[in-house]
């Protein structure tokens, strides 16, 4: 199974902008697709990116446009660039894998990992 892990989380202001790094623990990794997901307070996890093996992304409409996710193969780490950081991204986030872009909401595969603290203060 694979394992990740999350880091690049922190304190930003409204507006500011984080980027998050997640690694894998085997080179199944690269030919997965990959997930960035979040979690609020109170709120249910949600998939906000995903891209595939070969770059193909999409996003949740919440962070169209903000967010960017990129992957590097060779060194099985994926990136979240978020700008125009909002209140409302504040969040743990995570990642994992799936088979495909579709299976990453409901049929993630790997361990989820300790998560990213996001606070983004107004």
């Known amino acids: 199974q694979v394992l990740l892990v999350e880091s690049g989380g922190g304190l930003v202001q409204a507006g500011g902008s984080l980027r998050l790094s997640c690694a894998a623990s085997?080179?199944?990794?690269?030919?997965?697709?990959v997930g960035w997901y979040r979690r609020a307070p109170g709120k249910q996890r949600e998939l906000v990116a995903g891209?595939?093996?070969?770059?193909?992304?999409n996003y949740a409409d919440s962070v169209k446009g903000r967010f960017t996710i990129s992957r590097d193969n060779a060194k099985i780490t994926v990136s979240l660039q978020m700008n125009s950081l909002k209140p409302e991204d504040t969040a743990v986030y995570y990642c994992n894998t799936a088979a495909t872009l579709s299976d990453l909401r409901l049929f993630p595969t790997g361990s989820w990992g300790q998560g990213t603290q996001v606070t983004v203060s107004s």
């Open positions: 891209i595939t093996s070969g770059g193909t992304t």
């Open positions: 085997r080179s199944a990794f690269s030919i997965n697709a």
